[in-house]
């Protein structure tokens, strides 16, 4: 079993959808990052959560730490938000440990 | 400020060849880390450096090593390559608790 878990895989949805994106974790952690890599490579970083909630815009993630759980939302989703969303775990020495990724396309 | 850049973006090697890639931090970082993206895969992570050690490595052969430098630049090298090598190396910087930074990445493909 991976350390790190994202659901679902793929999603596919139409513009203006209400997106939610899962992580769960089996290992302590310090924080944990919501990432977005579009084609071609370059990742992004979303988010740094140590605990409860935060909001950029359309994203909102939240972290439950006694669950080991975590979740990316996106309100009014658009095809620009279409991307592989990456959620990944911060342990000891800054080290980081990537779940295998939610593949998200947007239709118009 | 650059933030992280890599180079090169692109590079196409032959089996047995040996390569070396390099990574600039975001300014102020002092921690390098390196990762490995096969396609389709989340990112493996090789090893990280801070104080030009090596502090931590993954679960990557002895063909794989890396350097960093007093300006904290670093270095990963592949040698003797696979290829089962090819694919997307992430560099990552950090300083203390603070937000990872990556860079654009170098697409290897080895032939």
């Known amino acids: 079993k991976n350390e790190v878990e994202q659901s679902p895989q793929n999603l596919t949805a139409q513009e203006g959808e209400f997106i939610t994106i899962n992580c769960s974790y089996s290992v302590g952690i310090s924080a944990l990052h919501w990432l977005q890599q579009h084609p071609g490579g370059g990742i992004v970083s979303l988010f740094m959560?140590?605990?409860g909630k935060k909001k950029h815009g359309r994203l909102i993630a939240t972290i439950n730490i006694q669950e080991k759980h975590s979740s990316l939302h996106i309100t009014a989703s658009h095809p620009r938000d279409s991307a592989v969303y990456i959620c990944a775990v911060r342990g000891g020495a800054q080290k980081l440990v990537f779940g295998q990724g939610t593949r998200l396309t947007i239709n118009p | 400020d650059a933030g992280v850049t890599q180079s090169p973006t692109h590079l196409i090697k032959t089996r047995g060849q040996q390569v070396t890639l390099r990574c600039s931090p975001k300014s102020g970082h002092d921690t390098v880390s390196w990762y490995q993206q096969a396609l389709g895969q989340g990112p493996q992570f090789i090893f990280q450096?801070?104080?030009?050690?090596?502090?931590q490595r993954g679960n990557f052969p002895d063909r794989f090593s890396g350097h960093q430098f007093p300006n904290y630049s670093s270095e990963l090298n592949v040698n003797a390559l696979l290829l089962g090598d090819s694919a997307l190396y992430l560099c990552?910087?950090?300083?203390?608790?603070?937000?990872?930074?990556f860079g654009q990445g170098t697409r290897l493909t080895v032939v």
């Open positions: 990552a910087s950090t300083g203390g608790t603070t937000e990872a930074f």
């Open positions: 959560l140590s605990s």
């Open positions: 450096y801070y104080e030009e050690e090596e502090r």
